[in-house]
């Protein structure tokens, strides 16, 4: 590969965030028409995952915790 063309695919593999090897890939998939199977990101997330102003859409109390691990317990120790 050219070093013009590696330097381009590896400054768009670290703008998307992505490993090289996924770009190109991904680039040659859709080349030949077949769906990538790439896994795609690289595990990397950005902080933070909730923003501060969200609303939580589920609410889990202390108590709710302690009730699955009880429920738990009882499924596991139980059967004994």
């Given at each position: 590969?050219?070093?013009?063309?590696?330097r381009a695919a590896?400054?768009?593999?670290?703008?998307?965030?992505?490993?090289l090897?996924?770009?190109v890939?991904?680039?040659?998939?859709?080349?030949?028409?077949v769906?990538?199977?790439s896994?795609?990101?690289?595990?990397?997330v950005?902080l933070p995952?909730?923003?501060?102003d969200?609303t939580?859409?589920?609410?889990?109390?202390?108590?709710?915790?302690?009730?699955a691990f009880?429920?738990?317990d009882?499924?596991?120790y139980?059967a004994?």
């Amino acid at each position: 590969m050219p070093s013009t063309l590696m330097r381009a695919a590896k400054a768009r593999a670290a703008e998307e965030g992505e490993s090289l090897k996924d770009l190109v890939n991904r680039a040659v998939a859709r080349e030949v028409g077949v769906p990538a199977t790439s896994k795609g990101k690289t595990g990397r997330v950005t902080l933070p995952l909730i923003a501060r102003d969200a609303t939580p859409t589920v609410l889990v109390t202390n108590e709710d915790i302690a009730d699955a691990f009880g429920a738990e317990d009882v499924e596991r120790y139980a059967a004994q």
